[in-house]
């Protein structure tokens, strides 16, 4: 059973930083393409950013490109996501995923930038 234990978030300022963490269990982790995927309030699921088995290869939506950072460590079965520059925007529940259907198994973690 694929589970995800997502952590790290909290209330940032406009400008702050936050480096959010997934540890999976489940899933052959090192061969998995990983993803982060975001709601914020009162709207739908939103991709954020993928990378590829071994980290290769990364990939990021528009809205948060230059900013967040996706990175795994696949000793840890952990998948990190590095935020900074936080927009108000950003305030969302954060989830990762795995696979080309990214597939959630958590329950996230909630990222809120207010001043």
């Known amino acids: 059973q694929v589970q995800f234990v997502e952590s790290g978030g909290g209330l940032v300022q406009p400008g702050g930083s936050l480096r959010l963490s997934c540890a999976s269990s489940?899933?052959?982790?090192?061969?998995?393409?990983m993803s982060w995927l975001r709601q914020r309030p009162g709207k739908g699921l939103e991709w954020v950013s993928d990378?590829?088995?071994?980290?290769?290869?990364?990939d990021y939506a528009d809205s948060v490109k230059g900013r967040f950072t996706i990175s795994r460590d696949d000793a840890k079965n952990t998948l990190y996501l590095q935020m900074n520059s936080l927009k108000p925007e950003d305030t969302a529940v954060y989830y990762c995923?795995?696979?080309?259907?990214?597939?959630?198994g958590g329950k996230g973690t909630k990222v809120t930038v207010s001043s």
């Open positions: 990378i590829s088995p071994a980290g290769s290869n990364t």
């Open positions: 489940g899933i052959a982790f090192s061969n998995a393409r």
């Open positions: 995923a795995s696979g080309p259907a990214r597939t959630r």
